[in-house]
């Protein structure tokens, strides 16, 4: 069954740096999305994309966040000059349209910021 | 605020019991209701529900919405080891795409 790949499945970074994470949603899928997990919190939307532009975006998704659809298959999240705060499992999903369609996961990157 | 909430927080059973997860939701624009399961990582997605008195079944898993108490239930029947996870609950709007998810059931088999 197809599903949601995100690399590196851990990434430790500096405080201000800058980080990318990557996905590779399910092929035939045309919304894409990230969302995140701070250790015992609930998860959190961030951001969703179609047709190669942000359809919506939460408060979390401030100046320091951007998306991209590099190429046909790679979606990826940077995080400009990250925080301590920006510890967390990032999750992609992607859905086959929008929201009449699940979303599916894929198994995270959990990013630790030092 | 859009608010999901699920209970019980934590529930532990032994193999072969019967558990019900519930969710209850808060949302303006109410689209779907979505469970999922979580292992080590990724959320799995379990059910979609749409409407309301329709019963959705796989396997040991059933789900069913009521759309006039904004709730939701997840029965899992003959518990297994392997369904130890943490149950999530998500709520989809009618406009947007976003899920909102709740804080989780943490669901423990034991044999």
């Known amino acids: 069954e197809p599903e949601v790949t995100q690399t590196p499945s851990h990434q430790v970074t500096q405080m201000g740096q800058e980080v990318i994470l990557r996905c590779v949603p399910i092929?035939?899928?045309?919304?894409f999305y990230w969302y995140r997990q701070i250790l015992g919190q609930k998860v959190e939307f961030l951001v969703s994309?179609?047709?190669?532009?942000?359809?919506?975006k939460s408060e979390i998704f401030d100046d320091q966040f951007s998306v991209e659809r590099p190429d046909g298959s790679n979606f990826t999240l940077k995080i400009r000059s990250t925080k301590l705060e920006d510890s967390a499992m990032y999750f992609c999903?992607?859905?086959?349209?929008?929201?009449?369609?699940?979303?599916?996961f894929g198994d995270g990157t959990r990013l630790s910021i030092l | 605020e859009d608010k999901v909430v699920q209970s019980p927080l934590s529930l532990v059973v032994h193999e072969g019991d019967t558990v019900t997860l519930n969710c209850s939701y808060e949302?303006?624009?109410?689209?779907?209701l979505l469970w999922y399961k979580q292992e080590k990582k990724a959320p799995t997605f379990l059910f979609m529900l749409?409407?309301?008195?329709i019963e959705k079944k796989s396997g040991r898993l059933s789900s069913i919405l009521d759309k006039k108490e904004l709730s939701s239930i997840l029965n899992i029947t003959a518990t297994q080891t392997g369904d130890s996870a943490i149950y999530l609950c998500a709520v989809g709007e009618e406009y947007g795409n976003k899920l909102v998810f709740g804080a989780g059931t943490i669901l423990r088999v034991k044999s």
């Open positions: 999903a992607s859905s086959r349209t929008g929201n009449n369609q699940p979303q599916h």
């Open positions: 749409t409407s309301s008195g």
């Open positions: 949302v303006t624009n109410f689209r779907s």
């Open positions: 994309f179609y047709n190669n532009e942000i359809s919506e």
């Open positions: 092929s035939n899928h045309l919304y």
